[in-house]
């Protein structure tokens, strides 16, 4: 069994190949990408090691595929001010609006267009 943290530390059975263990460990390229771009275009700093991806006065954003979308709106369900998800692709936007429904926590495309506003 593996287990990612957002920090990317990993647990692991011992049967386990390295290989996939240090491919566990790298950052996801789309997840910096985007999360690179939103920063930009909201003058922040995007930190993947950090509590969340990107945090300013105005909002914290969390950068995530469709796969941990649903736990990354938990994880902001609590955090005051705006808080969005970034999904880093166009094709999980609807399967991002549709988790969302219900929630505070607003939407993102990947180059950081607001889909729904946080409430």
């Known amino acids: 069994m593996i287990s990612k943290a957002k ?3 990993v647990t692991v059975d011992s049967h386990v190949s390295p290989t996939l263990i240090e491919a566990l460990r790298r950052p ?11 920063a930009r275009r909201y003058n922040a700093m995007f930190d ?13 954003v ?19 001010g705006r808080v969005y998800v970034a999904v880093t692709n166009r094709e ?4 991002t609006l549709r988790i969302a429904s219900g929630s505070r926590v ?12 946080s409430c």
């Not at 789309?30 to 939103?38: D, E, K, P, S």
């Not at 993947?48 to 914290?60: H, N, Q």
């Not at 950068?63 to 005051?80: F, G, H, K």
């Open 7 to 9: 920090d990317f530390k």
């Open 28 to 38: 996801n390229k789309a997840h910096t990408a985007t999360g690179n771009r939103i």
């Open 48 to 60: 993947p090691s950090g509590a969340f991806d990107i945090v300013t006065e105005l909002m914290t």
């Open 62 to 80: 969390e950068v995530e595929t469709t796969a941990n979308m649903a736990s990354a709106i938990d994880r902001l369900a609590d955090v005051p």
């Open 92 to 95: 999980g936007i609807d399967e």
């Open 106 to 117: 607003g939407v993102m495309d990947p180059q950081g267009n607001i889909l729904r506003e």
